[in-house]
C-alpha cells in the first residue's frame, strides 16, 4: 500500500493577518497550526511532507518550521515563484501577489509521485479530518476527496473571508464548488459581496472546502491546462488569482474528475487577521486539555 504525502501550501503573503502567520506560535510549547497538521498526518498514516514556500522566506522558514521534522519524516521543498510560468507567458510589472492555490499546488509537482493532501498552512483542520482524508487516499481509488466543513464554524469575527461553498450530490460526491472570496456575518446571517458589489445570502449551513483536497498524481496535468488557460483569460491583471476550488469545479463540470465530501465533525481554527490567534490559542489549550494532543506535541 503506498502511503499519502502531505503537501503544506505555505507561500501567501500573510497581507491580512499582518505577518509571516505560518510561522507563529499558537501552542505552549511554541508549535505553529502546522506542527499540528503535522503531528494529525503522521498519526493518520501520512509518510512525507513537501511544503511550498517562497524562495525569501525558505532560510526563517526551514529555521522554523522544516527542521523541526526533518528526523521524523522525509521533507521536500518547493518553491512557488511569481516568474514560474508556461511559455508565452510573463508577469505584469506591477504584479506582487502569488498566482493562487491552485499554481501553488502544481509547483510542487516534481517532488510528487503517491497520492497526497493538500492543505494550508495557516488552517487547524483536526484529527479526524486527517484520518479521513488519509483513509481515501490509502485506499488506492482514482476518485479525489475533500474534507468538508460547516460555514459557520469557519468565519472569523474581525473581517471577511474566502471560502469554497459546496453543492453535493446524494451519492456524497461533489457537484459544484465556487470560490467566494468575500464571506462575512451578516446579522444572523453570512452573506458574500462578489467584486462587482453583488450580494450572496447564505445560510451559514453550507458544506465548504477549506482547501484540505485529496488528489492522485493526475491531477497535474489537468492543473497544468487549466493555469494556462487562467492566464490566458486574465494573466495581464495585476490580482487575479487561480484557486483551486475554481480548477476543481471546472474539472467537475467537464466531468474529469470525481470528488468524494469527506464531512467532518471537527472544529477548524484558523487565522485570517491577527486577532484571531488568541481564539486559536485557547481553542488549542482545551484540545490539549481534553486530552486529544500532549502538552509538548514533539516531546
Not at 70 to 93: C, H, I, M, T, W
Not at 182 to 190: F, L, N, P, T
Amino acid at each position: 500500500m503506498t502511503k499519502p504525502s502531505l503537501l503544506v501550501l505555505a507561500a501567501g503573503m500573510g497581507s491580512r493577518y499582518g505577518g509571516l502567520k505560518q510561522i507563529e506560535p499558537v501552542g505552549p510549547a511554541g508549535e505553529t497550526i502546522m506542527d499540528y497538521s503535522v503531528y494529525d498526518a503522521l498519526r493518520a498514516g501520512f509518510d512525507k511532507l513537501v511544503f511550498v514556500i517562497r524562495r525569501d522566506m525558505e532560510r526563517p522558514f526551514r529555521e522554523a518550521v522544516g527542521r523541526r521534522f526533518e528526523n521524523r519524516l522525509p521533507v521536500s521543498y518547493a518553491f512557488q515563484e511569481l516568474a514560474d510560468l508556461p511559455p508565452g507567458f510573463s508577469v505584469p510589472p506591477n504584479r506582487a501577489k502569488p498566482w493562487g492555490t491552485a499554481h501553488a499546488i502544481l509547483a510542487a509537482e516534481s517532488a510528487i509521485r503517491e497520492p497526497f493532501a493538500a492543505i494550508n498552512a495557516d488552517d487547524f483542520y483536526g484529527a479526524q479530518s486527517f484520518r479521513l482524508l488519509g483513509g481515501h487516499l490509502c485506499s488506492g481509488g482514482p476518485d479525489f476527496a475533500m474534507a468538508a466543513f460547516i460555514l459557520r464554524r469557519t468565519l472569523s469575527e474581525f473581517g471577511s473571508v474566502a471560502r469554497g461553498v459546496c453543492e453535493i450530490g446524494p451519492d456524497g460526491c461533489l457537484k459544484s464548488v465556487v470560490e467566494m472570496t468575500r464571506i462575512e456575518r451578516d446579522g444572523a446571517g453570512v452573506k458574500n459581496t462578489d467584486a462587482a458589489g453583488r450580494v450572496t445570502r447564505l445560510s451559514g449551513e453550507e458544506a465548504v472546502s477549506m482547501n484540505f483536497w485529496g488528489f492522485t498524481p493526475s491531477v497535474f496535468p489537468a492543473l497544468r491546462a487549466r493555469f494556462a488557460a487562467f492566464l490566458e483569460k486574465s494573466g495581464r491583471d495585476e490580482k487575479a488569482e487561480c484557486f483551486i476550488p475554481s480548477v476543481v469545479n471546472e474539472l467537475l463540470v467537464s466531468g474529469q474528475a470525481r470528488v468524494k465530501v469527506l464531512r467532518t465533525g471537527d472544529p477548524w481554527l484558523g487565522v485570517t487577521y491577527r486577532e484571531d490567534r488568541p481564539r486559536v490559542v485557547e481553542s488549542i489549550r482545551q484540545l490539549i486539555a481534553r486530552g486529544d494532543y500532549p502538552a509538548k506535541l514533539w516531546a
